[in-house]
């Protein structure tokens, strides 16, 4: 599901994709042979710049509900050692085609308004963080939604939580499509949530991307690194992988 579409006109195509999921082939991602593999939870490759590891795992879902035929959930460990603080957001990460094309990471959390004091699912309430962090917080609008985990002051680096209406506003709905009642609870207690990742500090956690064919040939999964003092890109980590058929959706 190719991510450049208009925030309405985009669902109706959308849905009749998914309507038609049902003879289309499951997609498996594993890291290509110039990545730099590392061992662990399912295939998993690594990328370093500027000091800052990123490691992508495919297959490395281990939730009861199957949802690898309708979002490409992707573990994603950061771990920062460099002199910065680092922004984690969505609209940060993508798997993306040679030939451009972009497979966005899904807000797990709605948000809708830069002054909303926490992301919404309320059917949940507040949840246990079953990802893996240290040295990180959350950014403010996210206050309270977690046990356990503060939020980062708002006014120390005040250029570090920019609210991106369109992101979230388009990609959320993709919940509301796909069906199933996704996110569930355990989906979103293993999202990585949106914050400050400090020096030394390490983040351990899936996102959920837009299906990827299994036609797609490879992708690129692509973390943008962005300085949380300044909110300005200094890096971007690049992890290849390919892509292969694994059996018809549905069987």
């Known amino acids: 599901m190719k991510s450049a579409y208009p925030a309405v006109a985009a669902f109706p195509l959308l849905f009749v994709l998914i309507l038609s999921a049902c003879s289309a082939k499951e997609s498996e991602l594993v890291p290509a042979p110039a990545a730099d593999v590392v061992a662990g939870t399912g295939f998993g490759a690594a990328a370093t710049v500027r000091d800052v590891e990123l490691t992508a795992s495919a297959q490395a879902w281990t939730g009861e509900e199957a949802i690898s035929d309708l979002v490409t959930p992707i573990r994603v460990r950061i771990d920062n050692a460099s002199d910065r603080p680092i922004r984690i957001a969505y609209h940060q990460f993508a798997l993306v085609e040679p030939d451009g094309d972009r497979y966005s990471a ?146």
């Open 106 to 251: 899904i807000p797990p959390f709605e948000v809708v308004e830069e002054t909303v004091r926490h992301a919404g699912y309320g059917r949940f309430g507040p949840l246990h963080p079953r990802f893996h962090y240290s040295g990180f917080y959350l950014s403010p609008y996210y206050d309270g939604f977690y046990s356990g985990i503060g939020a980062y002051p708002a006014g120390l680096y005040p250029s570090a939580f920019g609210f991106y209406p369109y992101h979230h506003g388009n990609y959320f709905g993709y919940w509301n499509e796909v069906g199933r009642d996704l996110p569930t609870r355990y989906m979103l207690e293993h999202a990585l949530p949106e914050g400050v990742l400090e020096p030394d500090g390490s983040l351990d956690g899936f996102l959920y991307f837009e299906e990827v064919p299994a036609d797609a040939g490879s992708v690129e999964f692509r973390g943008e690194l962005v300085s949380a003092e300044t909110g300005r890109s200094f890096a971007e980590a690049e992890i290849p992988f390919d892509v292969s058929e694994t059996g018809s959706k549905g069987d």
